[in-house]
């Protein structure tokens, strides 16, 4: 079969859903890869790159999804895109059938196999090395750091020098999940004092282990609401965390937010208030800004500046590291598409006997399977 990765039609978005070395894997599996031109132009990857690799690069859209069986994308097709794909093709791609009935309809009309790599059932151990989910919030969490650097005006690190004594900065993480970890362990390294704080309490461990602080909210209620996801507190929790929110952010230099509940729109817990109260010159960067914001002065998409503090709800985090972002990502599709070709002989097999393969088919030949029965218990 072949394998086909166009060109992300999404204004803005840079990141490509396979990467040279990947291709090379690819054609040891035994397929065939076309690459669209210029797909990986926006995260550094030529188009020479990919030939060199053994793909073979077509001119446009239209001639890479019709010649495609089975075809690699980062964001869910658009309309005019699902219109160019093949009567029963297989689609692999962030998909979030929640969130888009359209698309769905219009896939199952095409009789596609769509594997929804946000469907993942992510507590599947043996699924961690196709999480997307995970490497995606990785980046996130980094860059997220990075843009916060870039906004701040003084050293993350305590330093001194013959100039003066420098403080380190402080940096507050709210949510430690995947996103929220790796921003910890990121502003770490870079020396700051960084406290976290997160409603799931079984999250204190990473936190320290990767050089932050866990802040409680005094208040005996825990977030855990199945699956490592977290649940929406009662009024009286909320409460108390906003008041020690508020303490916390009258001393941080640095906020970044990561707090979201699936299905839910993210929680408000920085108040105008509180970043009115901030040093000026802080910076807040806010993770959840395209779930609705975890700051009330978040504008999804941009960085603003308010009571002197700039607020930054960047929602293209991945992409703004689109070479890393696409590597992991092209490593995860990579591991998936071995799970579905164990023969290496070239032809990608949906086995829904499997746990993994059944939970992130969302469509098999036109016929919706999603969502997908619960996992068994172990
Ligand atoms: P997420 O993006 O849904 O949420 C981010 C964090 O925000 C979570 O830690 C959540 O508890 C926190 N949060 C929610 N409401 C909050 C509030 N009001 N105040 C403070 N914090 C709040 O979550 P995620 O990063 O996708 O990860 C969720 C969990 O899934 C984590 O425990 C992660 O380790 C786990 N996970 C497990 C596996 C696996 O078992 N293989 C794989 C991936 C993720």
């Known amino acids: 079969q072949r394998i086909g990765v166009p060109r992300e039609i999404f204004p803005g978005e840079k990141r490509v859903a396979t990467v040279p070395d990947v291709v090379e894997k690819l054609i040891k599996l035994g397929f065939s890869v076309a690459v669209e031109a210029g797909a990986g132009d926006g995260a550094n990857f030529s188009d020479d790159a990919y030939r060199a690799a053994g793909a073979e690069v077509l001119p446009d859209a239209a001639a890479l999804w019709t010649?495609?069986?089975?075809?690699?994308?980062?964001?869910?097709?658009?309309?005019?895109?699902?219109?160019?794909?093949?009567?029963?093709?297989?689609?692999?791609?962030?998909?979030?059938?929640?969130?888009?009935?359209?698309?769905?309809?219009?896939?199952?009309?095409?009789?596609?196999?769509?594997?929804?790599?946000?469907?993942?059932?992510?507590?599947?151990?043996?699924?961690?090395?196709?999480?997307?989910?995970?490497?995606?919030?990785?980046?996130?969490?980094?860059?997220?750091?990075?843009?916060?650097?870039?906004?701040?005006?003084?050293?993350?690190?305590?330093?001194?020098?013959?100039?003066?004594?420098?403080?380190?900065?402080?940096?507050?993480?709210?949510?430690?999940?995947?996103?929220?970890?790796?921003?910890?362990?990121?502003?770490?390294?870079?020396?700051?004092?960084?406290?976290?704080?997160?409603?799931?309490?079984?999250?204190?461990?990473?936190?320290?282990?990767?050089?932050?602080?866990?802040?409680?909210?005094?208040?005996?209620?825990?977030?855990?609401?199945?699956?490592?996801?977290?649940?929406?507190?009662?009024?009286?929790?909320?409460?108390?965390?906003?008041?020690?929110?508020?303490?916390?952010a009258k001393d941080a230099d640095i906020i970044i937010t990561t707090a979201l509940i699936p299905g839910k729109p993210a929680p408000k817990l920085i108040t105008a208030e509180m970043v009115q109260s901030m040093k000026p010159g802080s910076v807040i960067v806010d993770m959840a800004a395209e779930q609705g914001g975890n700051c009330e002065l978040t504008v999804p998409g941009e960085a603003v500046v308010r009571h002197g503090v700039t607020i930054i709800g960047y929602t293209d985090l991945p992409s703004r590291l689109a070479k890393q972002s696409s590597t992991l990502y092209a490593n995860n599709l990579l591991r998936l598409t071995e799970e579905l070709c164990k023969a290496k002989d070239g032809i990608a097999v949906v086995n829904m006997e499997d746990d993994a393969i059944r939970g992130l088919t969302v469509t098999r030949d036109g016929v919706i399977t999603w969502p997908a029965p619960p996992l068994k218990a172990p």
């Open 67 to 248: 010649a495609s069986d089975i075809v690699l994308k980062v964001r869910p097709p658009s309309s005019d895109e699902v219109a160019l794909m093949r009567e029963g093709g297989t689609l692999i791609g962030f998909v979030w059938p929640a969130q888009n009935p359209e698309l769905m309809a219009q896939l199952t009309a095409k009789r596609a196999t769509v594997l929804a790599i946000d469907c993942l059932p992510r507590t599947l151990s043996r699924a961690q090395k196709m999480d997307a989910l995970t490497s995606t919030a990785g980046v996130s969490g980094y860059r997220a750091v990075i843009e916060a650097a870039n906004a701040f005006g003084r050293y993350f690190n305590g330093q001194i020098t013959a100039a003066g004594k420098v403080p380190p900065a402080k940096v507050f993480i709210a949510g430690a999940g995947v996103a929220g970890l790796a921003a910890i362990g990121t502003a770490a390294n870079l020396g700051a004092i960084v406290r976290a704080n997160d409603t799931r309490a079984e999250v204190a461990d990473q936190v320290k282990s990767l050089g932050g602080e866990f802040v409680k909210v005094d208040y005996e209620e825990d977030g855990s609401g199945g699956g490592g996801y977290a649940k929406v507190m009662s009024e009286g929790f909320q409460a108390a965390q906003r008041q020690m929110y508020a303490s916390q």
